[in-house]
């Protein structure tokens, strides 16, 4: 079983520009959600989702936006990329992270 | 709002010891809690669950206890292994089930020395 995959898992970007991270399951969970991880620091919840076409703000969601079409997919928007969002990006599905996306703004 | 706090911060032991992490939560209406592992670079593991109405889990070497009423939860490790060497994290529900995401608290980085 793949669980939870997430592309790419790498990326640097320039402030200003924008990026979509992907993320798809294969384990028909409902409930899914984008963490952040920032050195020395514990997940922060960024957005949520209950089920397809539910969203939900988490903690820190300024700057990302995600959309819920499917079941499978839960992807994350960044619009214009700021040096703030430098972080380490997971996603899950229930409780089955993926492997995450480390994401560099400069 | 929920906060996780975990002591401490890093812990290094040679290979062979028990050891345990300490994890507290502020808000002591929670329906579970879970430790994860975390290695350099890679996602969450979940490691044990604990529900509300359970004191401890145990799973091989591991086990976790659980005191609601004074916020605290440990995680034991018995005869520690260099591969036992990871980030552990230990989490709660936002709110109610889970259902809205968890709250983690910033981990305990383990060095077992062989």
């Known amino acids: 079983n793949a669980g939870v995959t997430q592309t790419p898992k790498f990326r640097i970007l320039k402030i200003g520009q924008s990026m979509t991270l992907q993320c798809t399951q294969d384990m028909n969970h409902n409930y899914m959600y984008w963490y952040r991880q920032d050195p020395g620091m514990g997940l922060k919840l960024i957005y949520y989702s209950v089920g397809a076409g539910i969203t939900d703000k988490g903690e820190v969601p300024n700057g990302y936006n995600v959309s819920r079409s499917t079941t499978e997919d839960f992807p994350l928007r960044l619009e214009l990329a700021a040096p703030s969002q430098t972080s380490v990006y997971f996603c899950?599905?229930?409780?089955?992270f993926g492997q995450g996306t480390r994401l560099t703004v400069v | 709002k929920q906060e996780v706090t975990q002591i401490p911060a890093a812990l290094s032991v040679p290979e062979g010891e028990n050891l345990v992490l300490n994890c507290s939560f502020t808000?002591?209406?929670?329906?579970?809690l879970q430790w994860f592992r975390q290695d350099p670079g890679k996602g969450l593991t979940s490691l044990l669950l604990i529900q509300s109405s359970q004191r401890e889990q145990t799973s091989g070497r591991l086990n976790a206890s659980l005191d609601k009423s004074s916020g605290r939860s440990t995680l034991y490790i018995a005869a520690s292994q260099p591969g036992d060497s990871a980030t552990y994290l230990c989490?709660?529900?936002?709110?109610?089930?889970?259902?809205?995401?968890?709250?983690f608290g910033k981990g305990t980085h383990l060095i077992i020395q062989p």
């Open positions: 899950a599905a229930r409780a089955f």
């Open positions: 989490a709660v529900p936002r709110s109610g089930g889970g259902a809205d995401g968890l709250t």
């Open positions: 808000d002591s209406a929670i329906y579970n």
